[in-house]
């Protein structure tokens, strides 16, 4: 799938989810591996350049993470960091390099059952049957990032229609409540929308922020193992 990224009415960037047509073995496992990448294009890749990638093995029985990656450019800013999940012991293993590529980070910590990653997180998400499901209920998950581990409420807000690059799209709208902090404006500031069908793909997110709205919006996609769920129009 790819994306738009809009930032006000400028186009700022372009990101692409991927998932691998191959399974991979990590720590002795089956895995999925699917990569979220992102660039800034046009004016603002000369004042903010920014080139991000986002990986995870996805263990294809337990829909948890084995291992997560990623590799962050951001202006002079550089972080590559590889976390292993152990899910018997409940431990994330550490391993991060920054500017300097010979120094090396590494660090053990205690994560809680069923940890998600920033990527898988999402994948737990679509696997999930919204059907029965009622407007305002709450789904938690487990997450370990930037070597914290936090736990993420996404509320189920329905069902809507949604336009988009790639056509308008029968959705299902889910908003991760936000903890307080500088870069998002209030705990609703983030929309995900998925596609209402099997697929469950991002199609759409919304973003408030304090610098302004930012709108990360499909244009293309192909693979998929259903049949998207467009709405006809005459």
């Known amino acids: 799938m790819q994306y738009k ?8 960037a372009e990101a692409t989810i991927e998932v691998d047509g191959n399974l991979h073995r ?36 337990t829909i948890l993470p084995q291992r997560f990656f990623r590799n962050i450019e951001e202006n002079n800013y550089r972080r590559r960091e590889t976390v292993d999940f152990d899910h018997i012991k409940h431990m994330a293993a550490v391993e991060r390099h920054g500017k300097d590529k010979n120094k090396v980070k590494r660090g053990t910590y205690k994560v809680p059952n069923n940890v998600q990653d920033i990527v898988s997180g999402f994948y737990y998400l679509r696997t999930l049957s ?15 990032f930037d070597e914290d581990v936090f736990s993420m409420d996404v509320i189920y807000k329905g069902r809507e229609t949604v336009e988009t690059k790639a056509g308008t799209i029968r959705a299902i709208k889910l ?13 609703n500031a983030i929309s995900v929308y998925l596609s209402d069908d099997r697929n469950k793909i991002p199609v759409l997110i919304q973003a408030e922020m304090f610098v302004g709205a930012v ?20």
């Not at 936000?178 to 209030?186: D, E, I, Q, R, T």
């Open 130 to 144: 919204y059907d029965q499901r009622r407007i305002g209920e709450v789904i938690r998950v487990q997450g370990f």
């Open 175 to 187: 908003v991760p409540k936000m903890p307080s902090n500088k870069l998002f404006k209030g705990e």
């Open 5 to 12: 990224v809009h930032y006000g009415l400028i186009n700022a």
């Open 215 to 234: 709108k990360v919006d499909m244009y293309k996609y192909q693979g998929l193992k259903s049949r998207l769920n467009l709405v006809a129009h005459n």
């Open 26 to 61: 990590v720590n002795e496992r089956p895995c999925f591996k699917a990569s979220v990448t992102g660039r800034t294009t046009g004016s603002f890749d000369v004042f903010l350049r920014i080139r991000d990638t986002w990986r995870t093995y996805i263990d294809t029985t």
